[in-house]
């Protein structure tokens, strides 16, 4: 390996015995020319100097003159041994030895080495140190790329879910948009241009301490590091302040407002309940793995007459903490109907019940509150996507919240004092269990739960247990949980989400099989409106079947109930019939297709007492239909105007605003609907009215929707009776049981009516009712 570094200089004195030394022993400048000087001076690697290697060439080409030369250049014979043995005494007396001679080549490279090596290593450091550099660049170019890929997905999503109108309104503000020099924070953001333009000078700024660095850059970036520590350290003060000042404002604002909330809103903001019963309870009391787990009371946000003594125990892998050790059946919801212990004679007496929607399983239209502060662009659509951007702290504290305050011990006694006798709870998958890459609030609805069975227990309300969300979704509606494609039954994953919905029906009839349970799970549904006309009919069937074994295989001995899937009830006629405890269940409503929503307001109720009757009839007699039927969901509703009802930034039927792709009533390519009201929009169809406070309604308004709920309520009892969808709503007065006893557009108890289907239907228009509203 050729030298990569100049040999280290010598001290003067010795440099200088050197030269004088070479000057009486070169007696011979022939072989002087010819010889390798071990002193030559290798390239150096960081100069080059041609001049001294020229005038040192010149030097060595010609015989220097000493005292020895001029004795022996007349011979020009070589030496001697006799003479060669003299010089060499006299070079050792002037100090000139063998050590003294210039190292070899191989010396030289032997020397040379570890300093090539370090070369070498410091070289491949850079090489390394730039390769970094460049792979940092690449990756942040490949992060703004996948970040706009994202945005753009996500715009085109929202476009597509939006009107026509608005889409077309959209793509002229972007136009507009490009048209205009923008600047500020919106450059800064929005602008491809602008990250392109100065992307070196970003990754600079990122790449610290890599080439390129001057004491220049080195004095800016110690100023900007004694900056940054000075604004955070500002920052740090602010923060303690805050965390000092809010809470006190909190804690304010609370007294300020206790006990002024609504128990049937979605509040969020309610003051926590006094949880006085863990008073006197310690907790230590609770095992050390089971504290801050959905068993530890203490870490509960609602513990009103829950018992919180703590029990590890499970039934069918489902907990028992939070119930008491006895209970009572020995009430009834009224003097018309028997108490708990007592057998109902379902078939000949009606079911007259009430839904609990919107309190365990979320949907949108029942409580808006919980998804109005979200914009189109943040795609919060449903429970999934709702829980999914709060994150699962914030999900848990804001849906613990809602269970809370929505449904409490009141609401029960006022469904019995309205003349109720059944509740239908629905809840959804999670309560039971969560899977991988679910965002939804895994267990905490199932305490609240068995609190509101206790509670309907409590008021003789017979319950109907029903699974609202099953895994995968088994409609794609969001009152499933997730607003989308169908996975239950359906496509990849859709045997899979069956079989969970199976092993949920195990753990579930398991626990409901307990003594406690068996006088007031009066009914068991196995799925909430599966959408076969969506899904493979007999994949449906083989499912249900499955799940009527499973839970009689768990001596559940009361009713099962299953939907009819949209299919129409004449479809089920020779289907499941061998299991006499089974109800097929139907939700009956006129404002979810264009052919019914068009009818008048005497046509609507002319609907409800022919067809709606005829219909349960025939569903009824085994000859013509499956047998037991009960319409399990309906409405007073006349108009779909309500907030949210046909899904989250979707408008209505009546208004002409739908844009639903493939949905009963939208259309096929999601373009903007005509207006649907019976007036065909000559009047314009307005959805003013239908929205407003009942208080603002009209006497014929308020006379049509009593006499048509109660049209209703004489055909379904045809069948084995009905449950009202729902409750109780935020805004949705047409939807809301409650509001509509305060307004005088329900009956004061669901017996005394004041109209029957025997009876003749005025003509409303007549009256003075509008039709468009």
Known sequence: MPPSSRIPRESPARRERRRKTHQRV???????????????????????????????????????????????????????AGQLAQLDQLNRKLGWDEQDAGPTPRQ?????????????????????????????RREHRERKRRRREDERAAALETEAEDTEYRARAHTKHRRRERDRVVSGQRLERGSEGYYSEKEEIRN????????????????????????RKRIFIGLGILIL??????????VLSQKKTAGSQDGGAANTNATQPANSNLNGVSESTIPSSYQGTNLDPFTWYDTTDYNVTFTPELVGGLSVMGLNSTWDDSKRANDKVPALQDSWQYGTMPVRGINLGGWLSIEPVITPSLFQSYTTHDNVIDEYTLTQKLGATNAKTTLEKHYSSFVSEQTFADIQAAGFDH??????????????????????????LLRGIEWARKYGLRVNLDLHGAPGSQNGWNHSGRQGAIGWLNGTD?????????????????????PRYKNIIAMYGLVNEPRMVELNTATVLNWTQTAITTVRSNNYTGLIVFGDGFMGLDKWQGQLQNDKSLLLDVHQYVIFNVQQIVLNHHDKIKFACEGWTQQATRSMNTATGFGPTLCGEWSQADTDCAQYLNNVGVG??????????NTPG??????????????????????????ADPSTYSAEYKQWLLMFAEAQMHSFEQGWGWFYWTWQTETAAQWSYKAGLAAGTMPNTTWTRAFDCSQNIPDFGGLGLPENY
């Open 241 to 250: 302040f805050l965390a000092i000042l809010i809470p006190v404002a909190v």
């Open 423 to 448: 509740v239908r709870i629905p809840f959804s998958y999670w309560a039971v269990i969560t899977y991988d890459g679910d965002p939804y609030v895994g267990n905490v609805s199932w305490r609240y």
């Open 108 to 136: 030289r490279d032997l020397r040379d080495a570890p300093r090539t090596r370090r070369d070498t290593v410091l070289d491949r450091e850079s090489e390394e140190r730039e390769a970094e550099r460049e792979r940092r």
């Open 26 to 80: 070169d007696s011979n400048g022939d072989l002087n020319q010819h010889t390798d000087d071990p002193y030559s001076e290798s390239p150096s690697p960081s100069k080059s100097r041609p001049k001294r290697t020229q005038h040192r060439e010149r030097r060595s080409s010609r015989a220097p003159e000493s005292e020895y030369s001029k004795t022996t250049a007349t011979t020009g014979a070589a030496l001697s």
């Open 666 to 691: 939208g259309s096929s390519d999601g373009s903007q609907l005509s207006p649907t009201c019976p007036t065909a929009n000559s009047p314009q169809c307005s959805c003013a009215n239908a929205n």
């Open 652 to 661: 209505s039927r009546w208004e002409g605003t739908l844009n639903m792709i």
């Open 494 to 514: 859709g045997a899979l989400n069956g079989d969970r919905t199976i092993a949920i029906h195990q753990q579930l009839s398991t626990f409901f099989t307990q």
């Open 204 to 227: 600079d700024v990122r790449l610290r301490g890599g080439g390129g660095s001057s004491d220049l850059d080195y004095d800016t970036d110690q100023r900007r590091r004694k900056r």
